[in-house]
């Protein structure tokens, strides 16, 4: 009975390392979503800037940057963010930027976006956008103080 025990503790072991692993790592500093490693769900960052629209970049374009593949609509974004990515990235890491003024982390959707003093801000959805949009200076004042250390 013994022997069993070990034999099918092995497999059982494996499986929970392998499946508990994700879970307790620290969240990435970019967010990709689950089981994906796009950052703005594959949209292209200078697109907001240059097209004041979300525009959803191709596979043809893209490149990997802290730790996240960035996808963008041409060669030219591509090599704009490669010059200057700080400059494009939206902040927090596309994390929703209310939730980080809250103090945790929330999915950033690239549907709900504001550009504000040059930088590109994602909110979880409309709703949310709402209720940054009430104090933007605020929040971001907030989230500002409360980044990175939410991700951890």
Known sequence: MV???KVL??????LAVLFAGPALA???SVYTGFLSSLAVNGYDP????????PVKGSAKFELK????TWRFASKANLEKFRAAP?????RYGGYCAWAVSQGYTAKGDPNYWKIVDGKLYLNYDA???GRWEKDIP???SKADKNWPGVIK
Request: proline fraction near 9%.
């Open 3 to 5: 022997k069993s025990l």
């Open 9 to 14: 503790s092995i497999p059982f072991l494996a």
């Open 26 to 28: 620290a969240k990435p």
């Open 46 to 53: 200078v697109a907001y800037f240059s097209e004041k629209r």
């Open 65 to 68: 940057h802290m730790g996240a």
């Open 86 to 90: 700080a400059k494009y990235a939206p």
């Open 127 to 129: 709703s949310v956008q």
């Open 138 to 140: 605020g929040f971001i």
